[in-house]
C-alpha cells in the first residue's frame, strides 16, 4: 500500500494553501496518497506515514495554525518523516536563493528532525485580509511571487525519497 502523506498547511489569504495543494496534487501523481488539510482542522497525524507542513510568513513568524500544529502533534510528527515550507516574501528573492528559515521553523526543525525545508515566495494581491496586508498591497508592495515550477520540482524530490523507502520495506 502507498504511503499516506498529510499535507498541511497555515495561510491566512490562501497562497499557502494553493502551494500546499500544488505540493499534494505532484504527490498524488507520483503514487502516494497525500490528504490535504488546513493545519488547524487536523486532528491526528497518526493515520499518516509522513507529514509535509507548510506555513505563511507573517512578521518573521510562522502563521499562528502551523505553530499550533507542531504544539499539538509534535510527538508524532517525530516519529515520521516531516518536511516544512515556508512562503512568504513579496519579492523574487525566493527564487534567486536558498532563504533560510525563520528561528521559531528552525528550533522545530532541530527539534522534529525535520528532513528539509524550503521557502517559496507568497502572494499578496487585491482584496488580502487584514490592515497591514492591504496597506502593503495599496502601496504597490504587493505581487504574486510564487515559482510553481520550483514547488512541483521540491515535491516530486519528497514523492522520490518516499517512494524509495517503500521499495526498501
Not at 490528504?35 to 488547524?40: I, M, Q, S, T, V
Not at 497525524?45 to 505563511?56: D, E, H, K, R
Request: aromatic share 8%; with cysteine; charged share 25%.
Amino acid at each position: 500500500m502507498p504511503t499516506s502523506v498529510l499535507v498541511a498547511y497555515g495561510t491566512t489569504n490562501g497562497s499557502t494553501a494553493q502551494i500546499a495543494e500544488a505540493v499534494a496534487e505532484v504527490l498524488r501523481k507520483a503514487g502516494l496518497i497525500a490528504d490535504l488539510l488546513p493545519a488547524g482542522s487536523v486532528l491526528s497525524v497518526m493515520p499518516y506515514g509522513a507529514v509535509v507542513l507548510g506555513g505563511g510568513l507573517y512578521g518573521g513568524r510562522w502563521h499562528r495554525d502551523a505553530r499550533r500544529f507542531l504544539s499539538r502533534h509534535g510527538r508524532q510528527l517525530a516519529e515520521r518523516p516531516l518536511w516544512f515550507f515556508s512562503s512568504g516574501p513579496l519579492d523574487a528573492s525566493a527564487s534567486e536563493r536558498d532563504i533560510p528559515p525563520v528561528h521559531g521553523v528552525r528550533r522545530a526543525m532541530t527539534r522534529l528532525d525535520v528532513r528539509g525545508h524550503v521557502t517559496f515566495g507568497g502572494c499578496l494581491e487585491e482584496g488580502a485580509k487584514g490592515r497591514i496586508a492591504q496597506s502593503i498591497v495599496r502601496n504597490g508592495k504587493g505581487g504574486d511571487f510564487r515559482d510553481f515550477g520550483a514547488i512541483e520540482e521540491w515535491a516530486a524530490r519528497i514523492a522520490g525519497e518516499l517512494l524509495q523507502e517503500e521499495e526498501k520495506d
